[in-house]
């Protein structure tokens, strides 16, 4: 049942009592009192009550609370409280099913019930005895194996100190060992060096997909099951602030929280992580532990085989050592750590933190992980996430269409198809004679459909003609794309099938690194042919073609290499896979340059529902929240409805701001001093009437305002400009005199730097009243930034953000919701809708950087006379919307403003 919540009354406790008393067993309301390190707001009672609802009936949920209320503290302790109790009433529940089966057993039949419904009925029961008495088994193993740990741990000191000799001697193996194969030439290589180079025999295109016997991961949640909760988020940090809350929570000491990431985050091998590239980084790692397993097996009397293991290092990875990982593992499930202190613990006890989450999460309850992690299927599962019964949480969620999107679209360049083409036609050739004739007709069959995306590109796989005479941008259909590029009737599930048991493209990689001294030049031979026909004539190609040897300048490498990776076929594989979707999910968005490299070829996901929808049919409750929802009807139709879930199933709980409605002061303002409207359409905005119309609001306002004002520019471009014409015109020097001046950098590194000189010049005793930061929505500074008390004491936006309607991407998303969605109840059609919404999210995420606690007070600005329509203003977060004025005259706003400061100066003197 849906509760969108702006004014609170009793009618949730009535909801929340009636369906307690539905349950079996009639429970007092006064046991949803949520334990909590303080007394709780309001709104965060409301919260808890509202998510424990939710999860208790299995629905989706979306979930606003802004920022500063406690959102996170309330998801911890209302998600932890279900799951405690939902602990409880499962061990219940088998306790009452086996003593049942006891007593049952002794009573005989009664009456003269049919012989066939009596037997059905009894194996019906006995097999439900036989599942609980599995289920209480595997509780017990879990409680003694966590009795276990604990003991484990007081004796972990002492393990370590005595493993620390040998951990420096496999370090020392390690890096020898690299440095040997770094230093040896390709003239001392032995061809039987070059057998893992080589995929093994290729049977059968119909092998059924086994248990991924993953050489990535060999993870599996395999014995018993901890019903969990998932929550991600957007970043690293969000995730470290979600982890420090539930240590602060009456749930920190009883609960297993683990943290889980990738490589680049996790891994302490310094040989590992100088390696620029995340992929390279999982190549590296995959092969020192394969050579670390190598190393267990029992000796082979082949010296040849004894040899290539000596080379490779048999020792492999010296953090990955089963010993000092189950020690870290059992830290992680009996002390709440975010990442980075795995990660300090796991250089200091020598045990890889990657590997050790990733074990570890059978017994976790609660697992922190980003986005990707848990949206990208192959990466779910390769991590070991399994999603049945559990509860998936995903903050910061108001832009989680895009995220999904984002996460399964894939854009390759001319670039990376020329380097992948030439180095699989080298490894081809090299290896012609000792390929298999299933792996050979592979082989050709990825470098033809290479072949056929470069000319589709319209250029050449030689370095000679890689310039195309047109340059435009348009967008294709996945089944007109085949058909154009000429590869419809190659079967591409079966190549990706082929690339995932061969592992041809890290086979590829390896042979790249090995032979980077020797690059070849592919020759160019006009193919007037397509298709499988032209396919079969490629086969039969005889030594004509074979390839010439040549070595590439110093400056073609260094261009080449700031372009593409190590060996690109690896992230090419990923779009083979994107043109496995279904027609009507995704587009083809073709890019051509002048040059070939630099021109693109990007699957477009269009449909977000398809790929969400297993997260969705496979978690037992899953709820989005955020600070700023709104607008949330694009959440239902495109996400829920879309993959199938009904309005009775979606929950909705929107809440105010812990602040009292005097903290706040928002006004839509119409114009300036001059009467100069304030217009800031893309056809009306560089106007130097309005650009020094707004300087002069901007002027006045900080010379009322105290402390730091923060104002959002539509974008870099048109921060730039108003900056320009200000110091032109002198607004700036007026400004200056205030306030000091800063403006958001281009570069994240300088982020940190920007706000601390900015946070610098509001503090007491520097000269002057304040500072103020000029920043671009969208940008580094509107999302995630802390802009509490005198850091940001009025937050100005100036125009609205729209993206440009010109793009190729952003038109023919609008034109596949016009199409596949229905207009609102207004006749809006779904695409306009959805054009304002992006514009909408973009604004309600940067004005809500300010007010970030319940004593904190501001004013929020929204400069554009459109802001005064309802349309606009109903999509604003609720908190804001509710209070929002809109000011058709200069002089009030500005008495508004004065006075707001004047009685918050009073009550809150310095």
């Not at 002048?594 to 269009?606: A, D, G, N, V, Y």
């Not at 700023?628 to 929950?651: D, R």
């Not at 893309?682 to 002027?699: H, Q, T, Y």
């Amino acid at each position: 049942m849906a509760a969108i919540m702006d004014e609170f009354d009793d009618e949730d406790d009535d909801l929340l009592a009636s369906f307690i008393e539905e349950g079996e067993g009639v429970q007092e309301l006064e046991l949803l009192d949520f334990p909590f390190p303080f007394k709780p707001y309001d709104v965060q009672k409301k919260f808890m009550e509202n998510l424990y609802l939710c999860l208790e009936k299995g629905q989706v949920g979306i979930f606003e609370s802004p920022t500063g209320t406690g959102k996170s503290l309330s998801l911890i302790c209302g998600a932890l409280k279900w799951l405690k109790e939902y602990q409880e009433k499962q061990k219940k529940e088998l306790e009452e099913l086996i003593a049942e089966e006891k007593t049952s057993s002794s009573e005989g039949a009664s009456g003269e019930m049919d012989w066939i419904a009596a037997f059905v009925e009894k194996k019906e029961k006995q097999e439900s005895v036989e599942r609980a008495k599995e289920k209480w088994k595997e509780l017990e193993k879990q409680e003694s194996k966590l009795l276990e740990i604990k003991k484990q741990k007081q004796n972990r000191k002492r393990k370590r100190d005595k493993s620390d000799d040998e951990f420096e001697k496999l370090l020392k193996d390690a890096q020898t060992v690299n440095k040997d194969q770094e230093v040896k030439g390709e003239g001392q290589e032995e061809s039987q060096d070059d057998e893992d180079l080589v995929p093994e025999d290729y049977h059968s295109d119909e092998e059924v997909r086994k248990e991924e016997e993953s050489d990535e991961e060999g993870v599996s949640d395999e014995g018993s099951h901890v019903t969990r909760i998932y929550y991600c988020s957007r970043t690293h940090s969000q995730l470290a602030q979600f982890v420090r809350e539930i240590i602060k929570s009456p749930y920190g000491s009883n609960t297993r929280v683990l943290s889980l990431g990738s490589r680049q985050n996790m891994c302490v091998n310094d040989e590992v992580r100088k390696l620029n590239s995340l992929s390279m980084m999982n190549d590296m790692c995959l092969d020192l532990q394969k050579n670390k397993s190598k190393g267990t097996e029992k000796k082979e009397s082949d010296e040849a085989v004894q040899k290539k293991r000596k080379k490779l290092g048999s020792n492999g990875c010296p953090f990955y050592k089963q010993e000092t990982m189950e020690d870290l593992g059992n830290q992680i499930l009996t002390e709440v750590t975010d990442m980075e202190q795995i990660v300090i613990s796991g250089r200091r006890m020598k045990a890889c933190p990657y590997y050790t989450s990733r074990l570890s999460l059978p017994l976790a309850e609660v697992v922190v992980l980003p986005y990707n992690i848990l949206l990208h299927k192959a990466m779910r599962e390769a991590s070991g996430i399994r999603l049945e019964g559990n509860i998936v949480l995903i903050d910061e969620a108001h832009n989680l269409l895009e995220t999904i999107n984002a996460v399964y679209s894939v854009m390759i360049t001319g670039a990376q198809l020329s380097k992948a083409h030439s180095q699989l036609s080298q490894y081809e050739q090299r290896f012609r004679s000792r390929l298999k004739a299933k792996n050979l007709l592979y082989v050709k069959q990825i470098l033809f459909v290479l072949n056929c995306l470069l000319r589709f590109l319209e250029g050449r796989t030689d370095n000679k003609k890689q310039r195309s005479e047109k340059s435009e941008s348009k967008v294709l259909t996945v089944n007109q794309f085949l058909s154009d590029s000429g590869f419809d009737n190659i079967n591409l599930f079966k190549i990706l099938q082929y690339c995932r048991k061969s592992q041809i493209s890290k086979k590829l990689n390896g042979f790249v690194e090995k032979y980077a001294n020797c690059e070849v030049q592919i020759a160019d031979k006009p193919k007037e042919n397509v298709g499988i026909s032209g396919f079969l004539k490629e086969i039969a190609q005889t030594k004509e073609n074979l390839v010439e040897e040549t070595q590439t300048t110093d400056n073609t490498r260094q261009s080449e290499k700031a372009v593409v990776m190590r060996s690109p076929l690896a992230h090419i594989e990923g779009f083979f896979a994107s043109l496995t979707s279904a027609d009507k999910d995704g587009r083809i968005v073709l890019t051509r340059h002048t040059l070939l490299k630099e021109s693109t070829l990007k699957f477009l996901q269009m449909n977000p529902a398809v790929h969400f929808k297993d997260v969705l049919s496979q978690a037992r409750s899953v709820v989005v929240a955020g600070g700023t929802m709104q607008p949330v009807e694009e959440f239902k139709q495109q996400l829920f409805y879309a993959a199938g879930i009904g309005p009775e199933n979606i929950h909705e709980y929107s809440c105010g701001h812990v602040i009292p409605s005097d903290h706040l002061l928002a006004l839509a303002m119409k114009s300036g001093p001059l009467g100069v409207d304030f217009d800031f359409t893309f056809s009306s905005r560089e106007n130097s009437a309005l650009l020094n119309e707004l300087g002069l609001v901007i002027s006045n306002v900080c010379n009322i305002i105290p402390g730091g004002v923060v104002c959002f520019f539509p974008s870099y471009k048109y921060q730039h400009l108003v900056y320009q014409h200000w110091n032109k015109s002198g607004i700036l020097a007026k400004l200056e005199k205030k306030k000091k001046i800063f403006q958001e950098p281009k570069l994240s590194s300088q982020v940190e730097q920007v706000l601390g000189e900015y946070s610098k010049s509001i503090q007491k005793g520097v000269k002057g009243t304040g500072a103020i930061l000029l920043c671009v929505v969208g940008g580094k500074m509107s999302e995630g930034i802390n802009f509490s008390d005198d850091l940001g004491r009025c937050v100005i936006m100036v125009g609205m953000p729209y993206p440009n309607i010109m793009s190729p991407e952003l038109q023919e998303k609008m034109q596949y919701l016009n199409s596949n969605f229905p207009k609102d109840k207004d006749g809006h059609l779904p695409g306009q809708i959805h054009y304002e919404n992006l514009c909408m999210k973009a604004v309600n995420q940067s004005i809500g950087r300010a007010i970030r606690h319940s004593q904190d007070y501001a004013t929020i600005l929204l400069l554009d006379k459109r802001y005064c329509r309802e349309s606009v203003r109903s999509k604003l977060p609720t908190w804001i919307a509710k209070d929002l004025q809109r000011m058709d005259k200069y002089g009030p706003s500005m008495a508004a403003i004065s006075k707001f400061f004047q009685r918050k100066c009073s009550n809150n003197p310095v």
